[in-house]
């Protein structure tokens, strides 16, 4: 019997005591299920984060996905802060600043009203015999309580009791203050103090926007679902969004690609972007994903579109998956002709279903060409941020490409005494010569530029070759163009290098500007994605 009295205890803790965050969610995700955004935390934790919400907020706390609301606020432009001491001026909330001034340290009603309401009738029975000052109502783990004014000390509570208590038709009064676990919202259109909250332990406090289909509102974007104030070490608040799967990946996709793009190439990046999130949870502690380049980049609501909302819905919880895993669906801009093998860019086995494949459907307008002309001198100080101790550099050229893409591999300096410099790998040489290039699409032509009359001309558009070499062509060579005949002359013979090309990006995976082409051809979002990544599956969550 005793044993039984025991379990029974042991469960009903555990009803009590709300369960611990995401560690113990289940693995299970869909689009309408929830998922946690940092966008302010760490080095971005604050003292107080600014709100606007048109119809007001529903207050209350996350019970692992549950959101338990547990009373409304009707006050719409508000800081939700630390419990500390408050100064605020105009739109801004500090420690120390001007303004009007909210000591942490309140008198506290000693009765549990039955719901917020009940607290506000409580208050305005409080105002109605005569009292003046600040009183709010505050949720505290549990119970609605009234307090009543701010202090700087507990002993100026104490001291002001006596005077406080004529007005509480006989409740009690205690000191309270300064609590680690407290939120207090301050209404920011005439500054006053409107309500503190506290999450029961184990739940994090939250607020939603009340009102059908409204936003929350912080600094200039709005968001769907709700905010989440989780603690960083210091005390200071974190900032998460909390929003279904769906409404995180629409707020994503405008930020990848142009909201106004072809709906089946936005369906094919809404397939990269909830595969790429759900290959990358955990990433950080205390939330799913970051909404930072860290991540992915996602600004709430603002740049949302019907294509894109479309193109959310009409694949809804589709995922890429290679050998029945959900795979990280990398992307870039255009690739100028070829994408590029994983294994070719970042080494390593990475990413196999990253293969290189032709990408012939690339709008030629849209296409974007590279090309950069640099002298001896500035490869040389390339070649010395480089660390590649190969002195005065007298030559540079390709000295490997890809197969079967002919993208560029390999990059070799050489320096005056014969050494020579090579940077290998297709993200390196683009990441090292990016000054010069914008993909790993690219030649490096080397020797003497030809000018026409109104500039040089595009290197790797045009090659003469003759058994004398160039030496003597100068006033006898001619271009016709659309704009007439043009002489050629010879530029500066010092030794340039033009590195000529076209693509933007790592060539990873599927390209952007090629998703969009294919659209615009009349294929689908699946035969683009099945395009750009080889041997994968498109499968739903609930089917993994
Ligand atoms: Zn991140």
């Excluded at 113990?24 to 600014?50: C, H, K, P, T």
């Excluded at 606007?52 to 692992?64: I, K, S, V």
Aim: aromatic content about 12%; glycine content about 10%; overall charge negative.
């Amino acid at each position: 019997m005793k044993r039984r009295i025991h379990k029974l205890l042991f469960f009903f803790i555990l009803l009590t005591l709300c369960s611990f965050s995401t560690g113990l969610r289940a693995a299970a995700y869909s689009d309408e299920g929830m998922i946690r955004v940092g966008l302010s935390y760490s080095r971005g934790a604050q003292l107080s984060f600014n709100a606007l919400a048109e119809e007001g907020y529903e207050l209350g706390y996350f019970d692992g996905d549950t959101f338990v609301k547990v009373g409304r606020l009707s006050n719409r432009y508000v800081a939700f802060c630390r419990d500390t001491t408050l100064s605020v001026h105009g739109n801004t909330v500090s420690a120390t600043g001007s303004g009007t001034v909210f000591k942490p340290y309140h008198l506290e009603v000693a009765y549990d009203f039955g719901g917020k309401a009940d607290a506000e009738d409580f208050i305005d029975r409080v105002l109605e015999a005569g009292y003046e000052g600040e009183i709010f109502p505050a949720y505290l783990r549990g119970v609605w309580r009234v307090r009543i004014e701010h202090y700087s000390t507990p002993e100026y509570a104490s001291a002001d009791a006596d005077r406080v208590r004529a007005f509480t038709q006989g409740a009690d009064v205690t000191v309270v203050g300064l609590e680690e676990d407290v939120i207090t919202v301050v209404d920011l259109n005439s500054p006053s103090l409107v309500a503190e909250l506290a999450a029961p332990a184990g739940c994090t406090p939250a607020v939603r926007a009340a009102g059908e289909g409204n936003t929350l509102k912080n600094g200039q974007y709005y968001y769907n679902g709700a905010f989440e104030f989780t603690r960083h070490s210091s005390g200071s608040l974190n900032l998460v969004n909390t929003v279904s799967l769906a409404d995180y990946i629409k707020g994503v996709l405008p930020y990848e690609m142009d909201g106004s793009w072809p709906l089946e190439a936005l369906k094919a990046q809404a397939l990269c972007a909830r595969s790429y999130l759900l290959s990358n949870m955990g990433r950080h502690s205390g939330f799913d994903i970051c909404s930072s380049t860290h991540c992915q980049v996602y600004y709430g609501t603002e740049k949302e579109t019907e294509s894109v909302r479309r193109a959310v819905e009409e694949t809804m919880d589709e995922v890429i998956t290679y050998e029945g895993k959900i795979i990280g669906a990398y992307f870039f801009s255009s690739s100028g002709g070829y994408t590029e093998s994983a294994k070719n860019v970042w080494g390593g086995n990475t990413a196999p279903y990253c293969a290189a494949v032709p990408d012939p459907f690339e709008n030629p307008d849209s296409i974007t060409h590279f090309s950069t002309t640099v002298n001896r001198t500035q490869l040389t100080s390339l070649a010395s941020y480089l660390g590649a101790g190969i002195g005065q550099v007298v030559d540079c050229y390709v000295s490997e490409y890809t197969e079967p893409a002919h993208n560029v591999y390999a990059v070799t300096l050489v320096g005056e005494s014969g050494k020579t410099y090579t940077v290998k790998g297709c993200d390196n040489v683009r990441i090292k010569f990016s000054s010069y290039v914008k993909s790993p699409r690219f030649d490096i032509l080397s020797g003497t530029p030809l000018y026409a009359d109104d500039g040089q001309l595009p290197r790797g558009e045009l090659a003469v070759v003759t058994e004398d070499g160039l030496d003597h062509v100068e006033d006898r060579f001619y271009v016709i163009d659309k704009n007439g005949i043009e002489r050629l002359t010879r530029g500066d013979s010092d030794g340039t290098f033009t590195f000529v090309g076209s693509g933007f990006g790592h060539n990873v995976g599927m390209s952007q500007y090629g998703a969009r082409g294919m659209a615009e051809q009349g294929y689908t979002y699946r035969e683009i994605i099945h395009h750009y990544f080889t041997d994968v599956e498109i499968m739903t969550l609930d089917e993994l």
